[in-house]
C-alpha cells in the first residue's frame, strides 16, 4: 500500500517536473511570449494566453514581479513608483497596499532603510496606519494617496493640477498628463536629454511658476514642497538602473509609464513598471543622499510657500531660509510629515515608530516631534 502510494506520488511529481521543464523549454527562447500567442488564430484566446498565460510563467520565472497591468478595479494614483511597484508585484497588484511592505518594496529598488520609513509614515498617513490605498480612498482605509491636499498636491512633474483638470468625479491629479510633462521634458532637453538634477533645478522653478501663474487654487505648502524636491531625487537618484547611474528618458518613460505613438508621448492607464534588466542603485540611497539633491534642486531658485486665496498668491508666515542645510532640509521634512498627520493617536503614534528611531538620532538629532498637535 504504502509502496503504491510512493509510486504514484514519484509519478506525479515526475509529470510535474517534465511539465515545468517543458514550459520553460517552450517559453526559454520565446521571451516576449509572441511565438505561443502566434500558435492561436483566435483573438480571444491569444488575448487570453498574452495576458494570463504568458503573465503567469514569467511570473513564477521571476519570482513573482512579471508586469501586469491592472485590471479595472485595482487602485493606482498620482505615484508612479508605488503604481509600478504594483504592477510588478512587490506590493498587493490589487494597489491596497501596507506600510511594511513600502518598506520591503522600498528596499528592492534601492532605497535605504531611513529612506523607506519615511515613506511608510507617507503610507500611515494614506490610509488607516495599518492599510493604505496607493489610488483614491477605499472602504475603511484613509485618504489614499490621490486625495488632492492630503499627499498629493500641485506642480507635479508629470500630472495636472486637480483645479485645471476637473472630471466627473473630482479631477484627474494622477495620470500622465504631456502638457505637464513637457516642461520637464523640454528641462531635460537643456541637459543631454537626462533627468537628473540639472534638469529639476529648472523644472521645479517652472513647474513652481506654473502653478502660481495658471491654477487659481494653487497651494505650494510645507507638504507639497517635500515632495517638489524630494521626488526629483528619486528621479534622478532612484529609477536610473544601477548598472550605469544614468536618467535617461528610455527608463524614466518606463517608470512613469508614458510611450510614443506617431511621435506623440500617451500615457499608460494605471502607470508604468520597473524596466527590464533593471537593477538597483548599489549601495541604497539614503537622506545622505537625498538631503543635498534636495538642497541643490531648491537653492538653484528658491520659492516662497503660500497659497492663493481667493485667487490671489499669498506667501506663508513659515518659509524655508535661503540659507538652509541639508541638517535643516531633513528636520523640516521630519516635522511636515507630522504636521500632514491627521490627529489620530494611533496615526501619530505609528508615524513616530517609523520617523523617531531614524531622524531624531545621528547624523540629523532632529527635536523630537510632540505626537499630538
Ligand atoms: C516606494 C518608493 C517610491 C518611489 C520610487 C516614489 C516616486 C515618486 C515620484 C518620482 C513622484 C513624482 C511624480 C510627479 O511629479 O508627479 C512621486 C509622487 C508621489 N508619490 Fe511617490 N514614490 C514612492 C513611494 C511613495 C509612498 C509610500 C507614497 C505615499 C503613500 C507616495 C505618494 C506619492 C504622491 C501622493 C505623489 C504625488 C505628489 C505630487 O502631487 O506631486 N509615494 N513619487
Redesign the pocket.
Known amino acids: 500500500m504504502i509502496r503504491r502510494s510512493l509510486h504514484r506520488c514519484w509519478t506525479y511529481g515526475k509529470i510535474h517536473r517534465d511539465r515545468a521543464e517543458y514550459i520553460n523549454a517552450t517559453f526559454l527562447h520565446d521571451t516576449n511570449c509572441s511565438l505561443i500567442v502566434s500558435l492561436y488564430d483566435d483573438e480571444k484566446t491569444q488575448e487570453w494566453v498574452a495576458n494570463e498565460l504568458c503573465t503567469l510563467v514569467q511570473n513564477v520565472r521571476n519570482g513573482g514581479h512579471a508586469y501586469k497591468a491592472p485590471g479595472p478595479n485595482d487602485k493606482r494614483g ?5 503604481n509600478a ?1 504594483a504592477n510588478n508585484g512587490y506590493i498587493n497588484r490589487n494597489g491596497i497596499s501596507t506600510p511594511e511592505q ?1 518598506i520591503s ?2 528596499s528592492a ?1 534601492g ?1 535605504g532603510p531611513d529612506v523607506a520609513a519615511g ?1 511608510a509614515a ?2 500611515v498617513i ?1 490610509g488607516d496606519a495599518l492599510t ?1 490605498s496607493i489610488g483614491n480612498a477605499s472602504g475603511t482605509v484613509g485618504a489614499g ?1 490621490s486625495k488632492h491636499n492630503v ?3 500641485d506642480a ?4 495636472c493640477d486637480c483645479n485645471n483638470c476637473p472630471t466627473i468625479n473630482g479631477c484627474d491629479n494622477f495620470d500622465f498628463n504631456d502638457t505637464v510633462w513637457t516642461t520637464t521634458y523640454n528641462a531635460a532637453q537643456l541637459n543631454g536629454g537626462l533627468f537628473g538634477i540639472p534638469t529639476f533645478q529648472i523644472a521645479a522653478k517652472q513647474r513652481y511658476d506654473e502653478c502660481v501663474a495658471n491654477n487659481s487654487k494653487c497651494v505650494f505648502g510645507p507638504i507639497q514642497f517635500v ?1 517638489h524636491y524630494f ?1 526629483p531625487c ?2 534622478a537618484l ?1 529609477f536610473p538602473n544601477g548598472t550605469d547611474g544614468k536618467a535617461t528618458e528610455d527608463i524614466i518613460r518606463v517608470w512613469v509609464g508614458y510611450f510614443y505613438e506617431n511621435g506623440q508621448r500617451k500615457g499608460m492607464a494605471g502607470g508604468g513598471q520597473i524596466p527590464k534588466n533593471w537593477y538597483p542603485h548599489d549601495p541604497p540611497r539614503t537622506f545622505v543622499d537625498a538631503a543635498p539633491c534636495i538642497l541643490a534642486i531648491y537653492l538653484a531658485h528658491p520659492v516662497l510657500l503660500g497659497a492663493k486665496v481667493n485667487g490671489v498668491w499669498v506667501p506663508s508666515a513659515e518659509q524655508i531660509p535661503v540659507n538652509a542645510t541639508a541638517n535643516d532640509i531633513v528636520c523640516f521634512t521630519y516635522q511636515t510629515i507630522f504636521k500632514a498627520t491627521p490627529n489620530i493617536v494611533k496615526t501619530l503614534l505609528a508615524v513616530a515608530s517609523y520617523l523617531n528611531p531614524v531622524f531624531t538620532v545621528k547624523p540629523w538629532n532632529c527635536p523630537v516631534f510632540k505626537t499630538g498637535h
Open positions: 498620482p505615484c508612479p513608483g508605488l511597484l513600502v518594496a522600498s529598488i532605497l515613506l507617507l503610507a494614506a493604505f494617496t499627499l498629493e498636491g507635479s512633474y508629470k500630472s515632495f521626488t528619486l528621479f532612484t
